[in-house]
């Protein structure tokens, strides 16, 4: 679905999906005026459709558009094109338990501009994909290495809004850790270099006796929205949740630890390698990612009583 305007995006409409025309000083393209969202949508054994908090992506994609200096849709505008894309698409969201339909809207200035200014027009597109479950078969920790050279985010940056160059700034250091058999990289802070951040596309929570504590959202970190969810699940099912500051020691010194995102759900992290040395999280998939991982799958899949209503319904 596409909509292009001067910041009006009422009137968006459905089209095939393929390549779109953009002039070369497009915004986008020169002064990286761009900006993503990712959510899932699953379907239920009835056959029935829900997509997983919405207006929270489009709440993120508001709060971007103003730290890059983009008008953005309404929340309403937004949802309605999310679920008119979803519906235009049906026949692509795989069978309950077997994945779900991936959804990508876009916001980029697809204006021209030459000298450094702001797009004069934006383009509003979302593009979908069916993606299979992140773990084929029960969760698996994924190993993790934290690198203290490269930061993706600095105070006063873009590190807190969903811009496409915070994905670019990420790149060499993930494909390096790739290289060596990491599944990922943990961020510190750059001014101390002892608090953490967040791994390139998750959120980072450790979990020590019955307390729960994540890096408070303070500008550098992407405030996900799987992140805000595990914390109301995991606040319901008695434990403690902290935001605030945690150190690199705590981690290591850490009963468990998992990752939350879009993408992974909710991922236990079985090592981290932190100054060449490795410590290990006893067999990897600890009970409290576990549990955590098994409500909010299940919630998204309609599997359970939605609370919270959290889901949407397609009707
Ligand atoms: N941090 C970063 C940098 C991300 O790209 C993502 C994925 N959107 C997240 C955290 C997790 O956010 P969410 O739970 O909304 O997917």
Not at 23 to 43: C, D, I
Not at 281 to 296: A, E, F, M, N, W
């Amino acid at each position: 679905m596409k909509s292009s305007h001067g910041g009006d995006f009422s009137n968006g409409e459905l089209q095939r999906f393929g390549n779109i025309e953009l002039s070369p000083s497009a915004g986008v393209l020169n002064y990286g005026q761009g900006l993503f969202e990712g959510l899932k949508a699953y379907r239920k054994e009835d056959g029935s459709i829900l997509l997983f908090r919405p207006e929270e992506n489009a709440l993120r994609m508001r709060s971007g558009a103003e730290r890059m200096c983009m008008p953005s849709p309404t929340v309403d505008q937004f949802v309605e094109a999310v679920k008119a894309t979803v519906a235009a698409n049906k026949r692509w969201v795989p069978p309950s338990g077997k994945g779900s339909l991936y959804i990508r809207p876009l916001l980029m200035g697809s204006g021209a501009v030459l000298g450094l200014a702001p797009s004069p027009e934006y383009t509003f597109l979302i593009y979908v994909s069916p993606v299979g479950n992140y773990f084929k078969e029960g969760i698996a920790p994924i190993n993790l290495v934290i690198e203290h050279e490269l930061h993706r985010a600095t105070p006063g940056g873009t590190g807190g809004v969903k811009t496409i160059g915070n994905y670019a700034a990420v790149l060499k250091a993930q494909s390096a850790a790739k290289a060596k058999g990491y599944s990922d990289i943990l961020y510190l802070d750059c001014v101390h270099k002892k608090y953490l951040e967040e791994v390139s596309s998750c959120n980072i929570f450790v979990v020590k006796g019955n307390v729960i504590s994540t890096p408070a959202i303070k500008g550098t970190i992407l405030p996900g929205i799987t992140r805000k969810s595990i914390i109301d699940v995991a606040r319901s099912l008695g434990y403690e949740v902290e935001e605030r500051f945690v150190a690199v020691d705590e981690l290591l010194e850490a009963d468990e630890v998992f990752c939350t995102g879009t993408a992974v759900v909710v991922s236990p992290v079985g090592s981290v390698t932190y100054l060449g040395k490795r410590t290990s999280y006893g067999d990897g998939v600890g009970v409290v990612s576990q549990q955590l991982y098994s409500v909010l799958t299940r919630l998204q899949m309609g599997l359970i009583e939605d609370k919270m209503n959290w889901t949407v319904s397609l009707s």
